[in-house]
């Protein structure tokens, strides 16, 4: 695009709109990744090693929560008082990540820091689309894309350098002016439209049976860290589950799948028909995108942990070494945004191809790579995947079906929030089963992360099916 069509974000009327959304947005995202940079720090400071995802599922869980509550929230208190309360749980959420003195106390934070965030992003999306002329849409869409990327960088710097003091509370103060500034931002900004004379029911119990589902899985890492407590011995030389692990899991499988039935037949629907079914191409590109989302979380939660404790690596290191996926990932999506025909099929076969050999690469040699050469496999994963997604994404929006196009595009967020949450809790589970519940040492990281790693090759190996599957489905609707 020419300069000076993104100049138009920034003419008068918009400017201000442009800066608040994109900053709104970026904080959310820059949290995304201080927490997975800190996170050793904070567990060695604190304890709670048996608790060591949960600060990332219990955000993604109260985002969707959060995401969900963002239309009838809006219409309820109007843009300005909505995304006004969204910025101050959010400013909350994260002082209180700064001051909790237990893990417990961090996990409630990051609930309500999860909830304010889940706020804005829904309040974002459905400002662009009332604030922005159409043709300009894609643009705005665009810059919000990339500031996920200047997250990547911003990110591992902020937590990084905190850590790197011993003072990893820092990450989170030093957020907390720069939020209440954009609070106040938006609340001189935005539009003082009046509420709603309807506002649209909010989806309680498909909302709450998903959040459930994802809770259950969590819990079911508790079971080794209860039995580390009692027989540590035992407990960190199994790696098989137990009888409660396995009925916290079904449960799990049980109420997610309910969610989604009850919203079959709801008439404010957050999913179109037939999301998980791998007979229908939305279905199938949907499970690509939640299985995209476990990989890279799994990756995300448990790297930063193995370059620190196994390679010795600083805590900054290792946060630019996590975000050499979410680069990639941008990288990927500019290189390949003009492919068309084959070479689009080329990109949604590859990218799981790619992202497959690299957690395999990290599988094998977890424990005996450089940091160097993960960082470079963590990188072909984000590549992989960015190079697939782009072009899902855009596949599900053109075969949408009729009637169902706006819902298609906008349920994609909370597809992948339930990847990143299932992705956070299973890889708990897996990490707690293998040794990790008993505290953080070189064994029991190394035993974590080698069995993660390898869990974790289903989720690209499973992709590549479903992608071929993907093209297969579209050729014959064609």
């Known amino acids: 695009m020419r300069a000076s069509e993104w100049r138009e974000l920034f003419r008068p009327e918009l400017a201000a709109f442009t800066v608040i959304l994109n ?20 567990v060695r400071d604190i304890g709670g090693a048996a608790f060591y995802s949960w600060p990332t599922m219990l955000y993604m869980v109260a ?3 959060g995401a969900a509550s963002g239309g009838p929230l809006k219409a309820a208190l109007g843009p300005r008082k909505g995304y006004g309360l969204a910025g101050l749980l ?3 959420g994260s002082a209180a990540c700064g001051a909790s003195p237990a893990m417990a106390v961090l996990l409630v934070a990051r609930t309500v820091q999860g909830y304010g965030g889940g706020l804005l992003l829904a309040q974002s999306m459905g400002l662009i689309s009332e604030l922005y002329p159409p043709a300009l849409r894609t643009r705005i869409l665009a810059m919000v894309s990339g500031v996920w990327g200047v997250a990547a960088l911003v990110g591992p710097l902020v937590g990084g350098v905190f850590a790197e003091f011993g003072w990893w509370r820092g990450a989170f103060w030093a957020s907390t002016p720069i939020i209440l500034w954009f609070t106040a931002r938006a609340w001189q900004t935005l539009p003082r439209t009046t509420a709603a004379a309807a506002v649209p029911p909010f989806p309680i119990r498909r909302i709450a049976l998903l959040a459930l ?9 508790q079971v080794p860290a209860l039995a580390a407590t009692i027989a540590p011995t035992v407990a960190a030389s199994s790696v098989l589950l137990t009888g409660p692990q396995a009925l916290l ?14 919203d079959a037949a709801a008439s404010n629907r957050l999913f179109p028909p037939r999301p998980l079914s791998v007979l229908s191409p939305i279905g199938t590109a949907y499970w690509i995108m939640l299985l995209f989302s476990m990989t890279h979380t799994a990756i995300g939660i448990y790297l930063p942990l193995a ?3 196994l390679h010795g690596v600083s805590p900054l290191a290792a946060g630019y070494a996590n975000a050499s996926l979410a680069v990639s990932w941008t990288v990927a999506s500019f290189i390949t945004a003009g492919w068309r025909g084959p070479a689009e099929a080329a990109a949604i076969i590859g990218g799981p191809l790619i992202a497959l050999l690299a957690v395999i690469g990290l599988a094998i040699g977890v424990t005996t790579l450089s940091p160097l050469l993960s960082c470079v496999l963590t990188g072909l994963i984000g590549f992989g995947i960015g190079g697939c997604n782009l072009h899902l994404v855009a596949q599900t929006m053109r075969i949408a079906e009729p009637g169902f196009e706006s819902l298609t595009a906008s349920s994609i967020p909370t597809i992948r929030s339930l990847g990143i949450s299932f992705g956070a809790a299973i890889a708990g589970l897996i990490a707690n089963t293998a040794g990790l519940a008993g505290g953080v040492s070189v064994q029991s990281v190394a035993a974590a992360a080698s069995w993660v790693y390898a869990a974790t090759i289903l989720a690209p190996g499973i992709s590549l099916l479903l992608a071929v599957r993907v093209l297969r489905l579209r050729r014959t609707a064609a």
Request: proline content about 2%.
């Open 249 to 262: 899991l079904i449960a799990a499988a049980a109420l997610t799948i309910q969610a989604f039935r009850l």
């Open 307 to 309: 370059l620190q404790v």
């Open 23 to 42: 900053l709104g947005i970026g904080l959310h995202a820059v949290d995304v990744f201080v927490i997975s940079t800190v996170m050793p720090t904070v």
């Open 63 to 65: 985002s969707i929560v």
């Open 90 to 92: 959010f400013c909350l």
């Open 213 to 221: 589902g994802v809770l259950c899985a969590g819990a079911a890492d």
